[in-house]
């Protein structure tokens, strides 16, 4: 993989854990760090998504813009389990 180098200092419980998940995977450290960072931030974009999604119904906007948020939603998902309705719903909204 061509990528940057970067130094990182963690505490020993958390290179421990990283340690662990490596050697049950039989993946390198670098990928397995690599791993979590990638889904991390993902996850935070989806949460980031989905407030943007929430906002906008407590408004009660109807127009494209809710769409096109519920599409970017959508786009940094995972499995979809539920749909637009059961997710509102659930919050509140």
């Given at each position: 993989?061509?990528?940057r180098p970067l130094t990182?200092?963690?505490e020993r419980e958390v290179f421990s854990?990283?340690?662990r998940k490596a050697k049950e995977t039989g993946q390198s450290l670098s990928k397995v760090?690599?791993?979590a960072?990638?889904?991390h931030l993902k996850d935070e974009k989806r949460r980031q998504a989905r407030q943007k999604l929430l906002e906008m119904v407590k408004a009660r906007k109807k127009d494209e813009?809710?769409?096109?948020a519920?599409?970017?939603y959508e786009r940094t998902?995972?499995?979809a389990t539920r749909n637009f309705e059961e997710l509102f719903l659930e919050n509140g909204a």
């Open positions: 993989m061509g990528g990182v200092y963690l854990l990283l340690e760090v690599r791993a960072l990638l889904e813009a809710i769409w096109e519920w599409r970017e998902g995972r499995e």
